[in-house]
């Protein structure tokens, strides 16, 4: 059956070119495109007599049944789905319905391949996006929808969530796909965050050593090894969240280290973020929560801590008791310090989820 829709375009771009009435009829002979629209609708007998002899027909000027013309079949695929008809007295009619038939043909392949194509991209997407959402256990129909579309949603596979900063002029789209193999997935998520789906098969570390080399500039969220995609992408977004956070200094934001950052944060234990909390509304001028946070991440290390906050050294103890006094956690402690560390993050993946 010929497409309507299709044919319809093709005739309307023809007739631009070429300003003769052009028919396309389907396989019964009955006009369904016409560049004079009334005419839709009724039987055309040189178009059936070109399907019926399955050749070129032509009516001359003196045809008492039919008006001068010539008409050719259609043919896609090796079968006939149709007809066109060109009306006219010209000698040249019989020539131009050859041509005009050919063209038509070419077209409506092209157009017919790039209309499944684009619908195979679309029933593509819709796949992803529900592989990439889908929080249950895969279903066989769901697996063998995806090996259809060329998916292989089965086996360990390795996600990165890749975060382009303001400034990343360089970590194009096309850099990337470029290193993924054929079973590999490039999954655009924004216009700066893409993730990847990587098979972990053989030559996986050295393509996974490629592609951070080529993100170096990105933050990359990364899980490894989980065979359920919703599962590697939500341990792959929170791992990318908090370590932007907790390691500002870092690119590369594994799962397998932010686990128990990401089990901290995501904590119902109540009152475990109070600590850090209290810092951060009652030492807001003295910027404790900052000088806590340094002391921390700096290991106690005086000098570092003075350089990172850009404060004299005198100032460190007298912090440190306030630090004490708020919240009740010596920093000098490693059970408090390490208290505190916890309720930091519990504090900052309370504040993500509002």
Known sequence: MIDHKIIYQIVEKLHESFPIPI???DVSGRIIVSTRPSHI?????LAIEALNVNAKATASP?????????????????SRVGAVVIEGSGASNAHTIELLGKTIELLYEEMVLSQKMKNRSQERDQFLFEWLHQQSGYTENFIKRGELLGIDITGSQTVILMERGADDLFTATSILQNLLDDHDILLPLSQNQHLLILKEEEHYEKKYRRILSAGSACHS???????????????ARKSLELGKLLFPQEHVHLFEKMKLAVAL???????????FAS?????????LAETALAYIRQNGDIKEICDCLHI???SIPYRLRRIQEICGKNLMDYYDMMHLYASYICYIGKKQDK
């Open 23 to 25: 028919t396309i009829c």
């Open 41 to 45: 609708g009724e039987m055309n007998l």
């Open 62 to 78: 003196g045809s008492r049944s039919q008006e001068a013309g010539a008409a050719m079949p259609l043919i896609f695929q090796g």
């Open 221 to 235: 969220g990364i899980c490894s090894g989980e065979p359920h995609l919703n599962t590697a992408y939500q341990a």
């Open 265 to 275: 944060s995501e904590t119902t234990f109540p009152g475990l973020e109070d600590a």
């Open 279 to 287: 810092l951060a509304e009652k030492g807001q001028n003295a910027h």
């Open 312 to 314: 004299h050294r005198n």
